[in-house]
C-alpha cells in the first residue's frame, strides 16, 4: 500500500476506473473501493483525500448506494462528483431533484477564478455532464464556485471544510480542463506530492518482494504476453535465481512465438527458465474436441496439469507469482450489469489451491498502461511490451471446430501475415486487437487454371479499451487487398479471405 493515497468510493459510474486512472497520471497514487467498505476499513488505508464516484443510480431509488457516513468525519478532502456530489448536497440538508431524462451534454460553464479548485482555469470552461438527479438547493453550509445555464450548481464548497463538489465529470475528456481541475484538487487542496510513478513503484515493490519471499523459491507461468513478461523481469531483479519460470508450449501459440520467447528469457534474465513442449499433449487431449467451451476447459485443465508435473520437481518452492492487474482485483460495484457468463477464460487462477503455494502478484497495484512502463523501465523491449493481447487458450478458440497440427500451422502462416503488413504498413499500434482466424469450411477458387478447394480464413481487427466493448476497426481497403492478396499466394490451404465487421456487443472479440 501506498502512504500516499486517495481513495475513489465507487457508486458504480463507468468513469470509476478513469478518476483512478486520472489521478495516477497526475503523480497520486489511486485505489477504487465499493461504497459499501466498512468505515474501519477505509480507516485502515489511510488515504489523504476522498473521491466520491457518479453512478447509474439515482439518489433516491430504493436500493441506491449509500456510503457510511462516517466519512464526513475522517477530516480528509473530500471531492464529490455527480452523484457523489448529490450525496453530499443530501447529507448536508440541500435539496436533489430528479431530471425527467438524463442529461449527457457538453456545456460552458462560468467559474470562480478565484477559487484553489480553478487555479489556472479560464473564467469560461466546457464540461461534461451526465447526470439524472441534480441539485436544486444547496445546503446553507456550501457556496456555488462554478454556474451553467443548465447547471446552476456546477461546482460547490463547504464554507469551512476541504468538501467540495462537481456536477460534471473532470476524469473524461470531453471536460477541456478535467484534469487540471483533479490536479488542483490533489495537490493545492489535499496537499499530495505527486511523485507517484511507474519508476517509483519498481524500487518500492523490489524491497517488498525480498521481504516477502526471503530466501525461498518463486514459480512462475510465463506465457510471453505483457502481465507475466513485466512479473518476471520485475522478480528476476528483486530475486534473481530465486525465480524460476515455467513456459508452456501448448503448440498453440502464434508463429514463431515460442522460439522468441525462449531466447528472450533464456538469453537475457538471470533466472532460471524452464520451456515445456506440450503441443503434444495438448493436441492428444483436444482430439475431436469441438464445442468451444469443452475446449477452453480441456486447455485450462491440461495447462495445470503440465504446469503442476513441472513443479513437482522443485520440491524447495514456497511461492507462485501471478501477473495479476489491478482491473482484475477492483470488486466491482458495476450494479446494474448482467453477471452472465460469456466464456470461461483461461488463465493460472486454478493452481495456487491446488498446489498449497503462497501467492505473489507484484503488479495488482497496476493498470496495464503503467505494467508497461515498468516493463520498460526493466529493460523488456517494446515489441514485448506492445504487442496485443492473445488468449490464454492461444489459436484454438480461433479455429471454430476440431483442432488439427495441419490447422494450426495455416492459421500461423496466415496470422503472420496479417500481423507482419500491420507493422510495415504503420497499423499494428492502430488498431487494439488482430488476428486471423480459420473457418471450419472450404470453398472453391481457381489458381493457376485450376479448381481448388481450400479453407476460408477471417480477419478481425478491433478497437477497445479493455476488451469489455470493441469496435471493428476501418483498416484501408489497397491494405485489405495486399493483405488477401499475400495470404492466397503465400499460404497453402487457403483460397478465400474474408473481413470480420462486428462490434462487441453484440459479437465478441475471439470468435469462441
Ligand atoms: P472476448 O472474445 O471475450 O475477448 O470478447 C476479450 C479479450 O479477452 C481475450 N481473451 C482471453 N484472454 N484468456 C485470456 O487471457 C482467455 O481465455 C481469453 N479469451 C479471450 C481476447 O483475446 C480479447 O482480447
Not at 483525500?49 to 441506491?64: C, M, V
Not at 475446449?295 to 513443479?311: N, S
Amino acid at each position: 500500500m501506498n502512504n500516499e493515497m486517495v481513495l475513489i468510493l465507487d457508486f458504480g459510474s463507468k468513469y470509476t476506473q478513469d478518476i483512478a486512472r486520472a489521478t495516477r497520471r497526475l503523480g497520486v497514487y489511486s485505489e477504487i473501493a465499493p461504497y459499501y467498505t466498512p468505515l474501519e476499513k477505509i480507516k485502515d488505508k489511510k488515504p489523504r483525500g476522498l473521491i466520491l464516484s457518479g453512478s447509474t443510480y439515482n439518489l433516491f431509488e430504493e436500493d441506491a448506494p449509500k456510503p457510511d457516513k462516517g466519512i464526513l468525519d475522517l477530516g480528509i478532502p473530500i471531492l464529490g462528483v455527480c452523484y457523489g456530489m448529490q450525496l453530499l448536497v443530501h447529507w448536508f440538508g440541500g435539496k436533489v431533484a430528479t431530471t425527467p431524462e438524463r442529461k449527457y451534454s457538453s456545456e460552458s460553464i462560468e467559474i470562480d477564478q478565484e477559487n484553489l479548485l480553478f487555479s489556472g482555469l479560464t473564467i469560461k470552461e466546457s464540461v461534461w455532464t451526465s447526470c439524472d438527479d441534480s441539485v436544486s438547493q444547496l445546503p446553507e453550509c456550501f457556496v456555488t464556485i462554478a454556474t451553467g445555464v443548465n447547471t446552476p450548481y456546477a461546482a460547490i464548497q463547504h464554507r469551512s471544510k476541504k468538501i467540495y463538489a462537481l456536477e460534471f465529470h473532470p476524469e473524461v475528456t470531453e471536460t477541456h480542463n478535467g484534469l487540471k481541475i483533479l490536479d488542483n484538487f490533489l495537490k493545492k487542496i489535499a496537499g499530495f506530492s505527486g511523485n507517484w510513478s511507474p519508476e517509483s513503484f519498481v524500487e518500492k515493490s523490489i524491497k517488498d518482494i525480498r521481504q516477502v519471499v526471503g530466501d525461498k523459491k518463486v514459480l512462475l507461468a510465463l506465457s510471453g504476453g505483457v502481465d507475466s513478461s513485466v512479473t518476471a523481469a520485475l522478480l528476476d531483479k528483486a530475486i534473481g535465481d530465486q525465480l524460476i519460470s515455467v513456459f508452456v508450449d501448448t503448440g498453440l501459440m502464434r508463429k514463431n512465438e515460442a522460439q522468441e520467447v525462449k531466447e528472450l528469457f533464456s538469453e537475457h534474465w538471470a533466472m532460471e527458465f524452464i520451456a515445456v513442449d506440450a503441443g503434444e499433449t495438448f493436441h492428444r487431449n483436444l482430439k475431436g474436441v469441438q464445442d468451444p467451451e469443452q475446449k477452453r476447459k480441456v486447455i485450462g485443465k491440461t495447462f495445470i496439469d503440465v504446469f503442476e508435473a513441472e513443479a513437482e520437481k522443485h520440491t524447495d518452492v514456497e511461492f507462485l507469482a501471478q501477473g495479476t492487474l489491478y482491473p482484475d482485483v477492483i470488486e466491482s460495484v458495476s450494479l446494474k450489469d448482467s453477471t452472465v457468463k460469456i466464456k470461461s477464460h483461461h488463465n493460472v487462477g486454478g493452481l495456487p489451491e491446488k498446489m498449497k503455494l503462497k501467492i505473489v502478484e507484484p503488479l495488482r497495484e497496476l493498470y496495464k498502461d503503467e505494467v508497461r512502463e515498468v516493463g520498460r523501465e526493466l529493460g523488456l523491449p517494446e515489441n514485448v511490451l506492445m504487442r496485443h493481447p492473445f488468449p490464454g487458450p492461444g489459436l484454438a478458440v480461433r479455429i471454430p471446430g476440431e483442432i488439427t497440427k495441419e490447422k494450426v500451422e495455416i492459421l500461423q502462416n496466415v496470422d503472420h501475415i496479417f500481423i507482419q503488413e500491420l507493422k510495415n504498413n504503420d497499423l499494428y499500434h492502430k488498431v487494439w486487437q488482430a488476428f486471423a482466424v480459420l473457418l471450419p469450411i472450404q470453398s472453391v477458387g481457381v489458381k493457376d487454371g485450376n479448381r481448388t478447394y481450400e479453407y476460408v480464413c477471417a480477419l478481425r481487427a478491433v478497437g477497445s479499451t479493455d476488451g469489455t466493448t470493441a469496435e471493428w476497426s476501418e483498416l484501408p481497403t489497397p491494405f485489405l487487398r495486399k493483405v488477401s492478396d499475400r495470404i492466397i499466394s503465400e499460404v497453402d490451404g487457403v483460397n478465400r479471405i474474408v473481413y470480420d465487421i462486428s462490434s462487441k456487443p453484440p459479437a465478441t472479440i475471439e470468435w469462441e
